[in-house]
């Protein structure tokens, strides 16, 4: 027996989640009573109660899908147990006579036997989930061939699945009310000028337009039915309706569109007529319904399919290489622009501010009024009026001052205020703050600019390089000629060098993450805490909280976009340039665990693998696994390469890999290599790693190894 527990990262991360949209819904809904719009509690209130109900029904999604991925599964010969500290459900081998498989990447299995009774299975959800998918694959392969045996004579009728499960239509029809009531609320905005009427028919029309097309979206979403006849392919809801004999099938093409953490499966068929219908992975058993559909409208379909894939992939490419070109200047000019016109603005005001000081002429000011701005950051502002010389003319201005000025002086206060003769209207007062808080914004200016022009940098690169990956003269590196054969003293060194790279690789991206953790986390028990601390209440509602808390989340936000945005992308070239100087010594068997843990690390950043630097270091370990008898690779780094091979099999760019992959697997004969091994031959698109796999588990087999 085989038991597979759940990811003890997946439940945190899930219980803090939920804890934040349950404690943000009883946040929203007291403000939305304690703070009414000019009397009427209604205009913020029912957007507010609205969005705390949608906060709600996320954060109850959210507890469900927590305690889903609590769930641990067990396997042996005869069947299957979910176990969950509410009680077990056990289905065997032999009495499962259908499935539904969904979710992004094709993981999230329903399984159901003769009874009715059913069992979920999301091998995402828990740890080795790559060998629990695999064996799930080569259990239901009977049951998929009587499943297509009943697509072929009885058909079927289909609804697409939704990562939010069964609420999320109540969640989209919350929205869209909140939409609307957004619209109602709009309306009592305050006008003083044709501007701002135009911004408020805007804000009524844009959210009334959103109202509508997500009130379409959810009516056809709710009625929306896949059906499988005897003589085509129809999908059919309120809003919408088309359908495909399959004798005008022309072509049904399969394209994987990959993400930094997912990969979705994009099926489209096209008929006579410019006809067209599209199935994603939410589909039940989207691969069960490709193959159907491939052989009721035949071989000729299928070979157009292919080939329309790579067309569409090849010009997916080329246009994101030119769009990436043509956007350059506008991104370069926002991480470059913004910056430098933001430190030009804050240095006219600081020149002003000693222009003023140093020729401006003193008159007495009484204070009018006091304020605040909603800015990021906020501005405590006396407003005041004085007179000229001779009372010809009475000037009204405002400053912002240090907030222990603005909260002890009064209104009705005489203040000494500096104006400038020829220009009265150019005034300031003598306590005014906005020297340091325009040297304040200076500083942040450079700070931006600092990133943006990182940002710049690595925007360039991969410009640079699709462009010229596009046209030919920018290949992935090559696999090294051959084995390097290294002394003790190299490897050491070598060892000690991968050690640094991968270190180099996810040090941002650790740093970035676990500042953003801490912040979010130090929010939700300030939230929590403040109903019940008087003290924290006051310091969090103040107009001048304690200098400790503002600092302190402030350096932990500088931490995350440096870790980010400054250290992940010098990380990364560190990594560029020493693989690639290194090049010829990493292909020894002996540093393979080095490489294969660096690969594990890098995944944290990069899913798929896909750098340069990651693809010097497959190259060097495909050469390794070519002796795999001196590779001497740990259980959980074996399971790694099984991940890998199973998420590529079907890869051709990643071919060479998977061939050493597969032969280092049939030299170790593990189970779980063996497992994979058979996923490979069974389910693998390219002939060659097919053969290559089904060799193995016929060696494999003959030596006695199940």
């Known amino acids: 027996m085989h038991t597979y527990r759940p990811k003890i990262s997946l439940l945190l991360g899930g219980l803090f989640i939920t804890f934040m949209f349950l404690g943000g819904t009883a946040f929203i809904a007291v403000a939305a009573w304690k703070h009414p719009f000019q009397g009427n509690p209604w205009v913020v209130c029912l957007p507010l109660v609205l969005f705390a109900l949608l906060c709600l029904a996320f954060g109850l999604i959210l507890a469900y899908a927590t305690l889903l991925c609590s769930v641990s599964i067990d396997t042996d010969a005869n069947g299957i147990t979910s176990r969950a500290f509410w009680g077990a459900s056990r289905l065997e081998w032999g009495e499962i006579v259908r499935f539904e498989v969904t979710g992004a990447n094709a993981d999230d299995f329903e399984l159901f036997d003769r009874n009715g009774r059913r069992i979920n299975v999301n091998p995402s959800n828990v740890a080795d989930g790559e060998e629990l998918m695999s064996e799930l694959q080569e259990r239901i392969a009977p049951v998929r061939e009587a499943m297509l045996r009943d697509l072929r004579t009885n058909g079927a009728t289909l609804r697409s699945a939704n990562p939010l499960g069964p609420a999320w239509l109540p969640c989209l029809a919350i929205f869209d009310a909140l939409c609307f009531s957004g619209a109602y609320s709009a309306t009592f905005i305050p006008v003083s000028s044709p501007g701002d009427q135009a911004a408020r028919i805007f804000c009524v029309g844009f959210c009334i337009l959103i109202g509508l097309l997500l009130l379409w979206a959810l009516v056809h979403a709710a009625t929306r039915v896949l059906r499988l006849t005897s003589y085509s392919i129809e999908i059919r809801s309120v809003t919408f309706h088309r359908e495909i004999p399959y004798s005008e099938i022309q072509s049904v093409s399969t394209r994987l569109v990959q993400t930094k953490d997912t990969s979705q499966t994009l099926v489209t068929i096209r008929g006579a007529g410019k006809k067209k219908l599209q199935l994603t992975s939410m589909t039940p058993n989207l691969p069960l319904l490709v193959a159907f559909l491939q052989e009721r409208a035949g071989s000729t379909a299928a070979l157009a399919g292919a080939e329309e894939t790579r067309r569409v992939e090849q010009k997916q490419k080329a246009v994101g290489a030119k769009f990436l070109i043509y956007a350059s200047p506008v991104y370069i000019g926002l991480f470059l622009g913004v910056p430098v016109w933001l430190y030009h603005n804050a240095q006219q005001r600081l020149a002003y501010y000693y222009h003023i000081g140093r020729d401006g002429r003193t008159a007495e000011a009484t204070v009018e009024n006091k304020s605040t701005t909603g800015s990021k950051r906020t501005e405590y502002l006396l407003g005041y009026r004085f007179t000229l010389p001779g009372g010809a003319r009475i000037i009204h201005s405002e400053s912002p001052v240090d907030y222990d000025l603005w909260d002890r002086t009064p209104i009705g206060s005489r203040v000494t205020a500096l104006y400038l003769p020829q220009d009265p209207r150019t005034c300031r007062l003598t306590i005014s703050a906005r020297g340091e808080i325009s040297k304040g914004a200076m500083r942040e200016s450079i700070v931006l600019l600092v990133l943006g022009a990182v940002a710049s940098a690595v925007y360039i ?13 920018w290949k992935d590196p090559e696999p090294v000629s051959g084995m390097a054969h290294l002394n003790v003293d190299q490897v050491r060194r070598m060892k000690g060098e991968l050690r640094t790279i991968g270190l180099a690789r996810v040090m941002g991206i650790w740093i970035g993450g676990a500042s953003m953790a801490i912040l979010l986390v130090m929010c939700m ?41 400054v250290m992940a992308p010098l990380g990364e070239a560190y990594a560029f340039l020493r693989t690639r100087s290194l090049e010829n010594e990493l292909a020894d068997p002996h540093l393979a665990p080095e490489i294969v843990t660096v690969l594990q690390r890098s995944t944290t950043m990069e899913k798929n693998l896909g750098g340069t630097a990651s693809k010097r270091l497959l190259n060097a370990l495909t050469v390794a696994l070519g002796d795999p008898r001196i590779v001497d690779l740990t259980e959980k780094q074996r399971r790694f390469i099984y991940q890998l091979l199973l998420k590529w099999q079907s890869a051709e760019d990643r071919t060479p890999f998977c061939r050493a992959a597969i032969l280092a697997a049939g030299a170790w004969q593990d189970e779980p290599g063996q497992a994979a091994l058979r996923t490979v031959a069974r389910s693998s698109q390219l002939p060659e790693l097919r053969e290559l796999a089904a060799a193995a588990v016929d060696r494999a087999g003959s030596a006695g190894v199940v």
Request: some cysteine.
């Open 461 to 473: 690169g991969a410009a640079y390089s699709m462009q010229m990956r596009q046209i030919g003269r």
């Open 525 to 565: 028990v300030l939230m929590l805490l403040a109903p019940f601390i008087p003290a924290l209440n006051a310091a969090m509602t103040s107009h001048h909280p304690p200098g400790v808390l503002t600092q302190g989340m402030m350096v932990l936000c500088v931490s995350a976009l440096g870790g980010w945005m």
